[in-house]
C-alpha cells in the first residue's frame, strides 16, 4: 500500500503565535506522524537555539552555493537574512507517509504552492495589532527597534491573508490549536487521500468474491 505525507505551510506575521502553535500541536496525540521542516538560514542563532532542531544555521556563502545546486524547495529574505527548506528532506518525509509543517513566510509560500498544487496553506492571524506587539514584548527576545521593524514587516506579511487556504485567529489559544487540528484531520479525510492511502481496501471492497 502506497501512503504519502501531507503538506501544510503555516505563515504568519512574526509573534502571531506559529512557533507554539506548531509545537503544541506535535504534542498532541496523532494517530499518523506529524513533523516540522527545519529550515536552513543564515542568521545567527538566539540563546538556546540548537542547529538542526530549531534552524539549520549556515554561512551567506553555504546558503547561496545550496541554492545553485538547487537544494532548496523555496527560499526567500526575510528581515534581511536568507531562509531556505530542503527538498530532499521534505519529499523523503512525505513519502514515509508523515505530514510535514513547514513554518515560512509568504514568499516562500507562494513558491511551494506553485511547485505543490495540493499543500494547504493556513495563515495565523493575531486578533489584533495591539496584541500583536505586546506578545512581541513579552517574548522578550527583540530590541525596541528589532519590535518597531517586525511591526513594520507583519503589515506587508499581512496583505497576504487572502493567498491562504484557511486563515486562523489566535486570539484564544486553545481554540486556535482545535482550528489547526481540525484543519490536519480534514485534511487526512479528502477522499483523493483516503483512496490513496487504502487502495488495497477499496480494491477488496469492490473485489468480486
Ligand atoms: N521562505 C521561508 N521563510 C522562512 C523559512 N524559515 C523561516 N521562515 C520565516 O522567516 C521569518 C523569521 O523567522 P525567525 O527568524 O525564526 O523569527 P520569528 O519566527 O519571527 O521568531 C518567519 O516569518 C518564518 O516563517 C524558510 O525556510 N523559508
Ligand atoms: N493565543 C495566545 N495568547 C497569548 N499569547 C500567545 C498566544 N499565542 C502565542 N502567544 C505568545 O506570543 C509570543 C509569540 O509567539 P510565538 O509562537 O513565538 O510566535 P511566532 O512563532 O509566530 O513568531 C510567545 O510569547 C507566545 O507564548
Not at 68 to 93: C, L, M, P, R
Not at 104 to 118: C, H, L, N, S, T
Not at 162 to 189: G, K, P, S
Request: hydrophobic letters at 35%; proline letters at 3%.
Amino acid at each position: 500500500m502506497t501512503t504519502s505525507g501531507n503538506l501544510f505551510i503555516l505563515s504568519a506575521p512574526s509573534g502571531a503565535g506559529k512557533s507554539s502553535l506548531i509545537s503544541a500541536l506535535l504534542k498532541q496525540p496523532n494517530k499518523r506522524k506529524l513533523q516540522v521542516s527545519v529550515s536552513h538560514t543564515t542568521r545567527a542563532p538566539r540563546p538556546g537555539e540548537v542547529d538542526g532542531e530549531h534552524y539549520h544555521f549556515v554561512s551567506v556563502n553555504k546558503f547561496k552555493q545550496n541554492i545553485q545546486k538547487k537544494h532548496f524547495y523555496e527560499w526567500a529574505e526575510v528581515f534581511g537574512n536568507y531562509y531556505g527548506t530542503s527538498e530532499v528532506a521534505i519529499d523523503e518525509q512525505l513519502a514515509q507517509g508523515i505530514d510535514v509543517f513547514l513554518d515560512i513566510d509568504w514568499q516562500g509560500a507562494q513558491q511551494v504552492r506553485m511547485k505543490k498544487p495540493d499543500v494547504t496553506t493556513v495563515f495565523i492571524c493575531p486578533p489584533s495589532k495591539a496584541e500583536l506587539e505586546k506578545r512581541l514584548r513579552g517574548r522578550g527576545q527583540d530590541s525596541e527597534e528589532i519590535i518597531k521593524e517586525r511591526m513594520a514587516q507583519a503589515q506587508s506579511e499581512c496583505s497576504h491573508y487572502q493567498e491562504f487556504d484557511y486563515i486562523i485567529i489566535n486570539d484564544n489559544f486553545d481554540q486556535a490549536l482545535c482550528d489547526l487540528t481540525t484543519i490536519v484531520e480534514n485534511q487526512r479525510l479528502k477522499r483523493s487521500k483516503q483512496i490513496e492511502n487504502n487502495q488495497d481496501l477499496f480494491k477488496d471492497l469492490l473485489a468480486n468474491d
